[in-house]
């Protein structure tokens, strides 16, 4: 049976595993723990480190992680967008549009619209490919230019796209197309 390392905060995330926040410290009173439960258990401890007050949204490889984990899986397109202050900290994640396997629509009115109401600074946009490619199509591009642009209209940048598939991601401002 493995003990405590460490005296630090801990969080109970599965029965029998439990992770200490501060140290890095994790154990199991069990002797074997699955690798569902292990990635189930990351995904608890990452979504937590972004949506801590004191987390900016400003190291992209955490975020890809975070948006990778959250919807990688999905059988359909999701829409998300990352509502941000203007210290890039997180307000809100909201799952805007729903679509089938390979789209979804988006309206860029409600987007602004809920900018708005959560009086948002900035936003990273993101959304997945089923398919598991990450090469964004025009339409992805197309609507891209148009979020941005009409939350450019009231002064609300626009920091990334990132189109999650399986495991893998692209980034818009990486690429080089925001």
Do not use: W
Not at 21 to 42: C, H, L, M, P, W
Not at 139 to 162: E, F, P, Y
């Amino acid at each position: 049976m493995n003990t405590i390392l460490s005296s630090s905060s801990k969080i109970k995330v599965l029965p029998g595993f439990t992770v200490s926040d501060q140290d890095g410290v994790y154990f199991t009173k069990d002797d074997f723990i699955t690798e569902n439960e292990i990635i189930r258990s990351a995904k608890v401890l990452l979504k937590k480190r972004l949506t801590n007050n004191n987390a900016c949204f400003t190291d992209p490889s955490l975020v890809k992680d975070f948006l990778i984990m959250e919807y990688a899986a999905k059988e359909h397109e999701c829409f998300v967008v990352l509502f941000l202050n203007n210290q890039h900290k997180l307000i809100k994640a909201v799952e805007m549009f729903v679509g089938t396997i390979d789209g979804a629509s988006v309206y860029p009115r409600e987007i602004l619209k809920t900018a708005l109401q959560l009086n948002a600074a900035a936003v990273i946009l993101s959304h997945n490919h089923p398919s598991g490619i990450t090469e964004p199509s025009q339409a992805d591009k197309s609507i891209t230019v148009k979020v941005k642009d009409a939350l450019n209209m009231i002064d609300i940048r626009t920091l990334d796209h990132i189109i999650v598939g399986g495991a893998d991601s692209f980034s818009f401002a990486e690429g080089g197309l925001l």
